[in-house]
């Protein structure tokens, strides 16, 4: 159950810590074989469902605020947010955040910053959906994973975030230091494959693709196969190490 | 001469137009033939080269604040101004900023944010430095251009902003789309190739360059060539009628 006083003490004294004016929000990609999810929050007592986002502390840096805000907004930890756009046209949130507080039943001051202009800065991550527990806040009825192409509407100007998000996810395709931060270790060769076609939204020749992976000269054939499926054992594959990263 | 009162009520009055802690800087390059260079100016009566810069007004989108900002600082208007990565590490400014004040003479209040934390989102443009004339503001002793491998150490993070918004503009050579932005209506194959060799750092093979443009589909050669030079006139080309923008 929401505590009133806990919600209300954000506008006299929670607001202190944080700066004005100023949030951050996270699209969250989930992928796991070839599905493709986003994270959502459900606002508490409404039907609204929005990215999970908060405001930024004044003393924690920009990525710090957006790790923080993911972990206590969704229960994720270690994911790799990467910035991708800052949000900052004038009516971007209008009329929307007073209903927000409306709906928590808080009483916020007429002029309280968080309930006029707020400019956003956009985080991005892709992390394997079967792994993760998403968990609710306090200020949430639901955290869950949506189909990407079969969401519900979003709060504010969080449809326009995701597919600038996903503009973003798809270039970073192109750059194999990127894509190595997307994959496990190890993978097959059509497991790289439906990553791509997950996020490009459309299917690729398999000959050309595996064709385009190894000419980058990026990726290194391991001494073993994937074993255990119907079919005949594929090739494990992983990064060059000054590629890899934390990743997934 | 710098009008104290006129920058004193700058911290009583004119804060109040502006979002606290934000702002926007540019990061101004400037091409023509084989040379790349960047545009800054010097703060009044210091030695401190920093780039042109300023706040967000709480009426103006963060788009439109770069626009202005860039007019107001440097003269230069009509700009393809693209906006590459918000800074927002905790100690960006430290001290830097009551130094810039001091400066110019102003008694600011210790507790004004302008001293403390801001965050600052990046803006990129690339022009045709032959064709624009720079002015310095009455903030500023000098507007100038600098050669971009041999500039002042600068103001701030603002180094790390250049490297930053030159990887980008990097980035974008690989994207035909903007690189559309970056070519006057009609060029050469020498002059599209001094334009990447300049961003890039380096020297490219002129087959191979040439083969790779063309291949892209993106270019459509005139029916007339470049006249009037020593060697043999050079083809002219364009690029797509959709592909063009408002460019240089």
Redesign the interface.
């Known amino acids: 159950m929401l505590s009133k006083t806990c919600v209300e003490t954000f506008f006299t004294k929670q607001m202190q810590t944080y700066?004005?004016?100023?949030s951050v929000d996270c699209v969250v990609f989930g992928f796991h074989d070839s599905d493709l999810k986003l994270l959502l929050t459900k606002w508490k007592h409404m039907n609204i469902w929005a990215l999970p986002g908060g405001y930024?502390g004044?003393?924690?840096?920009?990525?710090d605020?957006a790790h923080r805000v993911l972990r206590h907004r969704t229960g994720l930890r270690h994911v790799h947010l990467r910035?991708f756009?800052?949000f900052?046209?004038?009516n971007r949130r209008e009329g929307s955040s007073r209903k927000l507080w409306d709906g928590l039943g808080v009483r916020a001051p007429r002029d309280a910053w968080p309930l006029h202009?707020v400019?956003s800065?956009g985080y991005y991550a892709l992390v394997d959906f079967s792994r993760v527990r998403p968990k609710a806040d306090y200020v949430s009825d639901a955290c869950t994973w949506y189909p990407l192409r079969d969401r519900p509407m979003l709060a504010f100007d969080h449809d326009a975030m995701v597919e600038h998000a996903l503009a973003a996810l798809r270039e970073s395709l192109?750059s194999p230091t990127a894509s190595a931060t997307l994959m496990p270790e190890s993978f097959t060769m059509p497991e790289l494959q439906r990553l791509h076609e997950a996020i490009l939204g459309k299917p690729l020749d398999r000959r050309n693709f595996q064709k385009r992976m190894l000419e980058r000269g990026v990726l290194e054939r391991l001494p073993y196969r994937r074993t255990g499926g119907a079919h005949r054992a594929p090739f494990l594959y992983r990064f060059h190490s000054r590629l890899r990263r934390a990743g997934l």
């Open positions: 700066l004005p004016h100023l930024v004044r003393r924690e840096s920009l990525d605020a910035q756009h800052t900052g046209t004038l202009r400019v800065i192109d």
